[in-house]
T-cell receptor, first 114, second 111 residues
């Protein structure tokens, strides 16, 4: 089956620093990748949608200058949390779709900002 | 904006009992997907429903899409401990490209 990886799986950073999270589709070409944020025991909140080679589409209320998304190839999308603050601490999870309608989710990245 | 609610929020059942979660969208959907997320894991795709009134079965799981395409349900017959997890519906509104996830129903199965 289709596999999506995320790196790192967890990261701790200091307030004010930036963190980059990678999302890779390992065995298929991802035409679209989605970035979600999930708080403990809560639902997945869509942050943005990215298509290879074009600018990401951000959801209302998501700061595009704070959450930089780059989808440079059909197998890689990155999310950079810039000038992170403690309130940015969360579980960030990506998903990818290829030729089918299924979303294949990565294992997620737990970000803790101290 | 589009909202997708699920009830109940939590459900504890004895192993062998049935379980149902209901999903309601504020807008008409073009299709709906269901995902399962095990504790500590990531969502895994279960199924997609497209047609009004559609019913699909996967072993002990029965999925239904409402006639008005605004609601859906997932029913599990004779739950097992392996059914533990959070079940999410995700709806795609007509004319949009994205899926909005429901609030989820967390299922615990007591052996």
């Amino acid at each position: 089956g289709a596999v999506v990886s995320q790196h790192p799986s967890w990261v701790i950073c200091k307030s004010g620093t930036s963190v980059k999270i990678e999302c890779r589709s390992l065995d298929f070409q991802a035409t679209t990748m989605f970035w979600y944020r999930q708080f403990p025991k809560q639902s997945l909140m869509l942050m943005a949608t990215s298509n290879e080679g074009s600018k990401a589409t951000y959801e209302q209320g998501v700061e595009k200058d704070k959450f930089l998304i780059n989808h440079a190839s059909l197998t890689l999308s990155t999310l950079t949390v810039t000038s992170a603050h403690p309130e940015d601490s969360s579980f960030y999870i990506c998903s990818a779709t290829g030729n089918s309608y299924e979303q294949y989710f990565g294992p997620g990245t737990r970000l803790t900002v101290t | 904006g589009q909202q997708v609610m699920q009830i109940p929020q939590y459900q504890h059942v004895q192993e062998g009992e049935d379980f149902t979660t209901y999903c309601n969208s504020s807008t008409t959907l073009s299709n709906i997907q269901w995902y399962k997320q095990r504790p500590g894991g990531h969502p895994v795709f279960l199924i997609q429903l497209v047609k009004s009134g559609e019913v699909k079965k996967q072993k002990r799981l029965t999925f239904q899409f409402g006639e008005a395409k605004k609601n859906s349900s997932l029913h599990i017959t004779a739950t097992q401990t392996t059914d533990v997890g959070t079940y999410f519906c995700a709806g795609k509104a007509t004319g949009t490209y994205k899926y909005i996830f429901g609030t989820g129903t967390r299922l615990k199965v007591l052996a």
